[in-house]
């Protein structure tokens, strides 16, 4: 009994190197003819929704005609629905993907797949997106911001601002987020409650509510004593930066040379600006230029008073008041 245990495998062992022995051919997978794309808003509030028709996300074909399946993965519970089986039946035409009430980046996923006959890779496609909550409470997307006790309601829209008196004047310590001009960042309307809106010089000077204006150049310079009218302005970018997160990430990188207190209340966040060509907007700086428009110009250009992450200075610039845009801050 013990040799025909052993006798076995080793006829087997034997039967394969015999000539008339193949081994198993490898499968050959080809690609599908098309290609799947998906969209969302980079920026989102909780409770968004988009809805999604497959007939025209279905843009996958076989060489061989074959049929096609399509499901959607949830950004936030991982769970599959299948729209369309892989033997082509549609259960459904639509999709709607809700954003749930967290601050957090997900990622949407539109998956195609095949029988296990088919010999074609499977395909996907995604859409990443971060959802954002407005204000600047300890549980809005902008923290770590250090309340104060006056407010402004801009009549018009009914937002609200934080209000401070320094150099003389009442500032808004929030970016101006009026829709009636400018562009939100990356395009997406979560964002205007957020950083604000992008605005070129134009529109600036008509951008802040009745009673408010854009401020004068002067008007930084009031800000640190002795300063000279018309001059970058040394020793006062920690006295206006605060120490905010965006999202749970640290705004402005910590550098040596700049110690963040903002003495005057004023709450400047490191939102960059944007270039602008023809009707594009492409948005820099974020995390390293705090950028705002004043009401002045020189030599046909519109000024605006910046930091940068990595000096205790407010410089003053000449931009272009057609091709460049950035955040405001009103005075009265």
């Known amino acids: 009994m013990k040799l025909y245990k052993w006798l076995v495998p080793a006829v087997l062992i034997a039967g394969c190197v015999l000539p008339g022995c193949k081994k198993d051919e490898e499968t050959s997978y080809e690609y599908l003819d098309g290609r799947l794309s998906l969209s969302m808003p980079g920026y989102v509030n909780p409770g968004f929704t988009k809805t999604f028709m497959i007939d025209t996300l279905m843009t996958l074909s076989r060489p061989d005609g074959g049929a096609i399946g399509y499901y959607f993965t949830d950004p936030d519970t991982g769970v599959a629905d299948t729209l369309v089986t892989a033997d082509g039946v549609i259960h459904s035409h639509y999709y709607t993907v809700t954003v749930p009430d967290k601050i957090k980046t997900l990622t949407l996923r539109l998956n195609a797949f095949l029988d296990e006959d088919a010999k074609y890779y499977s395909s996907s496609a995604s859409a990443t997106f971060t959802i954002v909550r407005p204000g600047v409470s300890p549980t809005s997307s902008i923290t770590n911001f250090q309340i104060t006790p006056t407010r402004y309601t801009d009549p018009r829209d009914g937002k609200e601002y934080y209000t401070v008196k320094a150099g003389g004047l009442e500032w808004m310590r929030q970016n101006l987020a009026w829709t009636g001009a400018g562009k939100p960042y990356q395009y997406c309307e979560a ?142």
């Open 191 to 332: 964002m205007t409650d957020v950083f604000g809106r992008y605005y070129t010089w134009e529109e600036a000077r008509k951008a802040c509510p009745e009673g408010w204006r854009l401020p004068t150049d002067a008007d930084w310079t009031a800000l640190a004593e002795g300063a000279e009218a018309g001059r970058d302005i040394a020793g006062l970018a920690g006295k206006v930066m605060a120490d905010l997160y965006f999202n749970e990430v640290k705004m402005w990188e910590y550098w040596p040379a700049v110690k963040i207190t903002d003495e005057h209340r004023l709450s400047m966040m490191p939102t960059g600006y944007a270039t602008v060509a023809g009707k594009d907007y492409t948005f820099e700086g974020v995390y390293t230029y705090a950028t705002y428009w004043t009401s002045d110009e020189a030599d046909g250009s519109g000024v605006a008073r910046y930091i940068f992450h990595d000096k205790d200075i407010v410089y003053r610039g000449r931009f272009s008041k057609t091709d460049f845009a950035a955040p405001v801050r009103c005075v009265r």
